[in-house]
């Protein structure tokens, strides 16, 4: 009977053994959380559409807030990266290039357009946008037509 007492531990052990190699398989279904990281300046289509010809930078700044990147070299340009890493899943970058010129906005570039309302055909993901300034001669020939 003390044989058996002593033995009982180890028997226990090896009793329980089979027990731990389900471990693997519940491990498989039991993932920790990912927390979905979001950083830049998210631009949405409405921000872009309210962005005019001649506009200040400060105007640039109050629509779309400060620039991510705004480098000495190239004082002229506003770069808004955004990218967000999903906790699961393929990660999501945007980016848009704001040019200045005489500090009045010139044009806009990147992967986000403005909206005008028509259907159009979806284009490339990255495309530079020439934004016209209205002159005396566009005046002039809308008013012929």
Not at 13 to 33: D, E, F, G, H, K
């Amino acid at each position: 009977m003390k044989h058996f007492f002593y033995s009982l531990p180890f028997l226990t052990v090896i009793a329980l053994c089979p027990a731990c190699s389900s471990v693997n398989q519940a491990s498989a279904y039991i993932t920790p959380y990912r927390i979905d990281v979001r950083q830049g300046n998210w631009v949405t289509q409405e921000m872009m559409s309210q962005l005019k010809p001649g506009q200040t930078r400060e105007q640039v700044r109050f629509i779309l807030g400060s620039p991510l990147v705004s480098d000495m070299f190239h004082a002229d340009r506003w770069d808004y990266v955004y990218r967000l890493q999903p906790g699961r899943g393929e990660a999501e970058q945007r980016r848009i290039a704001v040019f200045f010129q005489d500090n009045k906005l010139v044009r806009v570039g990147g992967d986000v357009i403005a909206d005008d309302g028509k259907q159009a055909a979806p284009k490339a993901a990255n495309q530079v946008i020439e934004v016209v300034t209205p002159t005396d001669e566009n005046q002039k020939k809308s008013k012929k037509e």
